[in-house]
Structure formats: C-alpha cells, structure tokens
C-alpha cells in the first residue's frame, strides 16, 4: 500500500513547541556545550499519512485540525545560518501522542488518515562574528541534540530527512 505523506508547520512562522520560559531554561545547557549559541527556538512539524493523495478540501481541514497553540515569536528571520534538526518518535515506533490525533482526525469524519504524527524542530542560533555568521560543527550539533530529546522515545534526524521512514513498521 503506498502511502502520501503531507508536512504541516502551522500558518506563517509555525506553532511554538517552545515556551519562553523553557528556552530560557535550555539555553544555559546548550551554551555549555558551545559559547557560541546565542538562541533556540522549536516548532512543531505534523506529517500526516494518508491512503491516498490528499485533496484540496482534506488539505485545508488538516490545517485547520493541526493549528492550535500559540506561534512560535522566537523563530529565526535569518534560517539559513541557523542549524536546524528535526526530533521526531523513534522510527518505527507509534507514538502515544500519534494515536490520540489519528483517533481525533477519524473521528472528525478524515477516514482517509492512516496516521498522524509530530515532531519539533529546532533551530540553534550562533553568535554572528564581524565578518560573518559563525557554525556549528556536526559532533557540537549531536552533543546539542542529546539535551532536547530523549533517547528512548524520540530521534534526532536531519531537517532533509525521508518522512517515510518514520512510516515503516519495523520487523
């Protein structure tokens, strides 16, 4: 069975998935890491697997299903000097929080919906230099990633990561 997958982030700049007052809370523990970060912000991403293509009229009712909470104010203007990773549940896995929508979602009338899932993503803002924005290298970015989800539970993937694999079930 071949399943379409449809990303929804919330209108404009996303829906926060970080209060202020937990990045104020995280920020201390990821510059202790690396000096060098300056802001964190996270916004929730909803990737929704259905059974067949999506219409228009699907397309806006899940929109309007997955656009609740406050929008994420911290985001960065400037994301492309920005690191961003996504946390999603562990791959093969259903999360709790997945079957919950999944049942909202039926019982909504969207039977079309084979599952719904969540996850953040995050963006480390670094310090801008005088000549330019500074980086992250990829073993700081792992050390970062290790504070904002939990091992048993969740993966830490590249924003350019397959959604289908978080689809699959595993043997």
């Known amino acids: 069975m ?3 997958l449809t990303t929804f982030e919330g209108e ?3 829906i926060s998935a970080l209060s202020d007052f937990r990045a104020h809370q995280l920020l201390p523990r990821l510059q202790a890491i690396n000096d060098k970060i300056t802001g964190i912000s996270g916004r929730f991403v909803h990737l929704v697997a ?3 293509l999506p219409s228009d009229a699907l397309k806006l009712q899940l929109q309007a299903l997955l656009n609740y909470g406050e929008a994420c104010s911290n985001w ?3 994301v492309a000097s920005a690191s961003l990773f996504v946390v999603t549940p ?3 896995t259903v999360s709790p ?3 919950k929508a999944t049942d909202i979602a039926h019982n909504c009338g969207l039977n079309n919906i ?3 899932e969540r996850g953040v993503r995050y963006t480390l803002t670094p310090e801008r230099g005088w000549l330019k924005t500074k980086s992250f290298d990829a073993e700081m970015l792992a050390h970062a ?3 904002l989800h939990d091992r048993m539970t969740e993966t830490v993937v590249d924003q350019r990561f397959d959604p289908t694999s978080l689809f699959e079930s595993l043997p």
Request: net charge positive; aromatic share 8%; charged share 30%.
């Open 76 to 78: 960065p203007d400037d």
């Open 97 to 99: 929080w997945a079957s």
């Open 145 to 147: 990633a290790d504070c």
């Open 114 to 116: 084979r599952r719904i």
């Open 50 to 52: 259905t059974q067949a």
């Open 2 to 4: 071949t399943l379409h």
């Open 12 to 14: 404009s700049r996303g």
């Open 90 to 92: 562990r791959f093969g």
